[in-house]
């Protein structure tokens, strides 16, 4: 009787997944064109999106915060013997930690996020930034900031996971939008991430009233790195509470597709259609990972490169600026950059297609010299950021199939996550 069950619903499997296949490439197809097929959106599911969004603010919250005093918490430190020329050294290669490990792990967890569903993925790497990030602030040596760092990357997959529940979520008539307030989010906590950095750095000086005890003078940095933290744990709690699963499991007694449910300790086994590394990356995959690779290295050199021209002092050809106005100058660029992509990146997308924006994206020229060119250069930097909303399309639209959304998000981060490992060294290293 089961040996009868079992064989009447191989041939449902198969329609099943041959209207899979169908409906993925009809789905694909006018995503990788520039003329964009015009069809009556469907509704934005604004709740799910509300809490991705929340989660997606915490990593740059958790990678910003840093940028305002990691040059001088460096020089604080006994690393580079006094000699200041070294200060940007081994503050990039502290910034480029999390990438590297990151880039060792994000595959794995984009790939076991294919299989056990994206929230309990999101779970972990919320729970990882939110101890790593308060480690960072009570570090008081260079290894213990080693440590800190590669704690917060190795267990934080979620920048991968977050696009593949973005791309389940929205279809070709609401990708654009949805996609293009990515990046909205992440400039937001890039705003944010900076003030908080630069105004919360050492606030047994800033405000001895409030915080006069030993513990702030031992650990000036620690404030900042608290309040993030707090904000990581937070978001946990809320995905726990409000984030619903978005991969689809096969259920063997009813034959059908539905979502999982990660509330309970018996999960429905994911349908049998991943595919292997070697099937995943196809020609159209291995383009959006190079191109997208490319982006990161290059958004990742200029953020590196900001606060070490701020921070540094004239004798070196920096500007000198103290913690809090660096903080300022770093969320200066965001915001411009957020409010742009908010308002301009949908319409733009729907006029001149993916292709085309990414292209102009990738045309900036930076020489910040003076406050004209500080102005110039954040005009520039707002263009540049279009790349990202195209590029994360076009991976999206990339997938062999659905079951390979995840797979496919996990190369993309971890060619960003090589790229953004290598920028912050190489350009700081001089």
Known sequence: MDEQNSCTRLPSMARNEQNLEESQDSERAPLLLSNVARHTPTPLPWRQLFVLFWIQLAEPLTSQVIYPFINKMVSDMPITGGDEAKMGYYAGLIESLFSVTQALTVLYWSRLSDRVGRKPIILIGLLGLTLSTACFGVSSTFWGLILSRCLSGALNGNAGVIKS??????????????????????????????????????????????????????????????????????????????????????????????????????????LPSQLPLSKVLTPQVRISIITYTLLAFLDIALRAIQPLFLTASPSFGGLGFSVPLVGTCLAAFFFASGIYQALAFAPIYAWMGPKRIYVISKDKAVNVVTWVDLVLQISLYVIMDMGFSSAFIYIRASAPNAYSIGVTNGLAQTGASIARAIGPASATLT
Do not use: R
């Open 165 to 270: 529940m973005m791309g389940e979520i929205t279809d070709e008539t609401t990708i654009a939008q949805a996609m293009a307030l990515m990046p909205v989010i992440w400039n937001t906590g890039a705003t944010i991430g900076p003030v908080i950095g630069g105004w919360l750095s050492n606030p047994h000086e800033q405000f001895p009233s409030l915080f006069p005890g030993h513990f702030w003078k031992m650990y000036p940095y620690a404030l900042p790195c608290f309040v993030v933290a707090i904000y990581c744990a937070g978001t946990l709690i809320v995905t726990f509470l409000y984030l619903d699963e978005s991969v689809k499991f096969y259920n063997a007694a009813s034959d059908t597709l539905e979502a999982g449910d990660t509330s309970t300790s018996s999960t429905p086994s994911a």
